[in-house]
């Protein structure tokens, strides 16, 4: 079944009892019991709740994995996986990460567990920091956020070792990237983004295929609660079943404004996987069926230039987050990634001229009109 048919029917069957095509939502927080212990399955919407099941039996097929667990934001789907390690484990993670991300790790979890940042699209230096380090777990993104570095998948998770490799799939959704197939452990989406598509849920998800560590995290997630709620479920749901006309369409539109981008006078550097100049353009269109729709690009200038421009957009929203079907438009070094150090935002290229733009699926022509009256 390919992946915009499973969108749809894959936990989606028609309501046993009414035949409701659309399945219910079943908004309640705990469930009658026949007798002390004896239930249908359910007990107690934490722990789990029909609407939730539904969505993680269409979540796991997505990904070819064979469990998922949704939870209540992105960033507690990590504080679980961070909570699943033994103390000090040793965690390799890419140094160009969601900066919520970086804010966990090393603010949150630092004595907990030892964390290293490397560029993980460095294939030597990675071999060697895992002969060096003996990493417990391998945490990437790829594209990631916001410079769109692009990883090798199948190398690094043949080069793991014992390591557990966890990918952070958020930026393509399983529709262009599948890192399972590519020799993952663990898919993480923040559900809030493509998944979801509409800007009005936030939640996670973690994916994957082993039942003890799975059994693992639900037992953390039923423990400490960060679980979805019913109707945001059922919101996921519904948005899901769009995916594929929605990444198609992102992804038609963004081509066309990174082309446009890359030739204008105001603009330093355009980057977007779909981009010959792409330094991994090769490994993108070996490792995924698409591009997405984020671009990041250098405006001429700095920061002033950077504010000029954002004040003159209408149609792309300055704001955080992405993958809605609205086109938004944020600036990293001061919103997204704002608590990552000014010195090792900019030694990764998070400078003050760098914008990041999730394109959306209006009309392409508005979108480039928009920017080209914007950047003048």
Partial sequence: MKISTKVIHVGNKPDKETGAVIPPIFQTSTFAQSSPGVHKGYEYTRSHNPTRTRLEECLASLENGKYALVTSSGMSA?????????????????????????????????????FIFIDTTDIKKVANAIKEHNPDMLWLE???????KI????????????????????????????PLDLGADIVLHSMTKYLNGHSDVVGGCLI??????????????????????????????????????????????????????????????????????????????????GFGGM??????????????FLKKVKLFTL??????????????????????????REDLGITDNLIRLSVGIEDIDDLLSDLKKALG
């Fill in 142 to 148: 790829t594209p990631t956020n916001p410079t769109l």
């Fill in 78 to 114: 990590e504080m679980l996986i961070m909570h699943a390690l033994k103390p000090g484990s040793t965690v390799l993670c890419g140094d160009d990460v969601y900066g919520g991300t970086y804010r966990l790790f090393t603010t949150v979890f630092h004595q907990l567990h030892n």
């Fill in 295 to 308: 671009i990041t690009f250098y405006i001429k200038g700095g920061l002033k230039e950077s504010r000029a």
């Fill in 319 to 344: 704001a955080e987050s992405l993958g809605g079907v609205e086109s938004l438009i944020e600036h990293p070094a001061i919103m997204t990634h704002a608590s990552i150090p000014k010195k090792i």
């Fill in 208 to 289: 994957l295929k082993d039942k003890k560590f799975y059994d693992k995290l639900w037992v953390l997630q039923n423990s400490i609660g960060p679980s979805q709620s019913p109707f945001d479920s059922w919101l996921v749901l519904r948005g899901l079943k769009t995916l594929g006309v929605r990444m198609d369409r992102h992804q038609k539109n963004a081509i066309k404004i990174a082309n446009f981008l890359k030739t204008h006078s105001k603009v330093e550097n355009v980057i977007y996987p779909g981009l010959k100049s792409h330094p991994q353009y090769k490994i993108a269109r070996a490792q995924m069926s």
């Fill in 151 to 178: 990883s090798d998948l199948k190398k690094l998770s043949k080069m793991a070792g014992k390591a557990k490799v966890v990918v952070d799939n958020t930026f393509m959704s399983p529709y262009f990237q599948k």
